[in-house]
């Protein structure tokens, strides 16, 4: 037991001694109250089951108070009822619950009260309340039991965002290094994983601009976060891309160029990428990521993937998205790194279910390019430029159900003879609005032989 331990036992005892005074305190109360008034009988007892909770309903004979508590080890809720009695016989219950093993009576406090005793199955937060005479109904006490690992799970699912017919295309944006990590150095004292985080706002800025686009950022503020949460965070938000964004250094500070990088699992030829995945392993020592969790997590992730044709596609559609983003960045950017989008085994790429691609935003050990990472309005040329990159794809290969769908997938209709709008209409499931915006039609009529641009949603 440590020190805290003790001190936390302490603490608990106190509260227990103040508890008990101040349960004998209301008791008190209840058995002043309850002399006031008749005593109350449980006439009868019912159990409603719904998929996460169980209700229990006390017939009474007279309105009562009540105090309620719930006790572990085994778990069960404890129900006090001053002054009065039950004639139910509880054995003889028909408990419907998933929650409830059995109602029995205990012996209350103060003699005269009824203390009843849920057994329960498993945890759960009971809510208590009365409800007063109404139609065939008498006085009731009501116990709502909620399964709380149930309910835990419809928090997860409802966080989840529903599924809408034009949904946006999500990009998570991941600003490199952070925290203990500062990534790599500038000649005149800038740290990358500044420079990246401010970049990244940037593309974020940029991103969220577009209509039917959506980007959130994996790291926020200036602490580190390991490879993988990276991943899962862009996963909790069904990102559609993920997009590491970085400004390493080299130990040649001639090195210059930005560049764009996908994954290659089988292996690594040029120097630059064996440096990069160096500063990725340094990273997580530095971040401070207990070194088994890393390597394990590692050859899992390498063993798993490497035979998944799910990630074949994964590098398929990185490959189509880094090259569009290479070719606007080297629009903008003075110099890209290599003529072509280079690939590297790193674990930040490792994503068989997200396309991901990783943005070299420039050498930050060269000075000319710390000077222009540093500047504000480059940093919006550049990410001006990665999100056109991003927005040329997604317009050719909208997925499914996206708004970007809705925009860009289109396809021909010939009017055939009976054909009206409506009929079209309901034909390609599309509104008649959506088909007199898609083709700019003035009016309702349609002519045997003329196109229709019909917008495709799904
Ligand atoms: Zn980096």
Redesign the pocket.
Known sequence: MTVQDLQTTGRNRRLMTFKSALMVFSCLIFTTFAFATNAAVVKSMRFWQSPESTRVVLDLSAEVEHSIKVLTNPYRVVIDIPASSVVVDLSELEIKSDLIKKVRQSTPVNPGDLRLVLDLTKESDPKSFSLKPYQDYGDRLVIDLFDKKKVAAKEELKAVPPKESKRDIVIAVDA??GGEDP??LGPSGSH?KDI?LKLSKDLVDEINKEKGMKAILTRTGDYYLRHRKRTDIARNHRADLFVSV???GFKNPKARGASVWILNTRGVKSEIARW?QL??EK?ELLGGVDSKIRLSHYDSSVRSVLLDLQMENSIAESMQIAQKVHKKMDKVAPKMHKPHVEENNLLVLKNPDIPSILV?SGFISNPQEEKLLKSKKYRKKLAKAVKDGIKQYFKAKAPDGTLYASMYRQSIYRIQRGDNLSKVASRFDVSIKELKVANNLKSNTVRIGQKLIIPTAN
């Open positions: 490199g290094h990534g790599a990358e990246v970085h400004a390493d990069m500063q990725e990273s070299e």
